[in-house]
């Protein structure tokens, strides 16, 4: 019996530190539940297809996605910010019947791999993962997917989207695909631009991140870099 508690109190630290770690995992896991049901019942009491963009001149834009069986493929390429793609895109693959939310982001060039999650304006991701935008297009459908990450600090994801080029692949994962788009346009904007999460006639993703510099007064950056790329097709 002596010899168990020497043993015990040799462990006691270990073992402390063990439960605590434990408990922060699950008080981190409790919280994320809590943040998803939150939006859920957000959806649900204000869905996303009422929702409407208010722009600085007060336009107010519908998110409304196109209809996937409708023909997309045959409209003029515009991003959603009103920046023309260029017309050598790709026509536009007609969607699948069944829509997946995406799970996963993966851009090869930047070593981007992070899990997506439903996010909004007021609720962006509290961890590393990429916010997918309320109201906006589903993987490989048409109208226009929208993408976020912090640029930095602890949950960057997005922090080298800078270094992006026109042409590299962005890939999106399913439950059962993986949709490939092609980066077609690259430019800044700024914060109240909120046509760039517009519909779009185009099966297209607009990523979106943080720019410039930080203005302490607003808490943000003063301005904002936006990736927009083409649906290719799935495997």
Known sequence: MHGARVSYYRYRPFLTVIAAVALILLGIGAA??????????????????????????????????PSPTGAAAEATPIAASGVQVTPEAPVTPMPDPVLLPPERLIIPRINVNWPVTLADIDHLPKFQGIGWMFGTAFPGAPGNMVLTGHAGGPYATFDRLHEVQRG????????????????????????????????????????????????????????????VAVYEGKE
Not at 46 to 62: A, F, H, I, K, N
Not at 204 to 218: Q, V
């Open 168 to 227: 590299d692949e962005i890939l999106v994962q399913t439950m059962s695909a993986l949709h490939r788009y092609r980066v077609q346009t690259i430019y800044e904007t700024t914060p109240d631009d909120v046509l760039v999460m517009a519909p779009s006639d185009r099966t297209i993703a607009t990523l979106i991140t943080c720019s410039g510099d930080w203005i302490p007064e607003r808490q943000t950056n003063e301005r904002r870099l936006i990736v």
């Open 32 to 65: 994320y539940l809590v943040w998803m049901n939150m939006l859920r019942d957000q959806e649900r009491l204000s869905p996303s297809t009422e929702r409407v963009l208010v722009t600085t001149d007060g336009q107010r834009v519908p998110l409304t996605q």
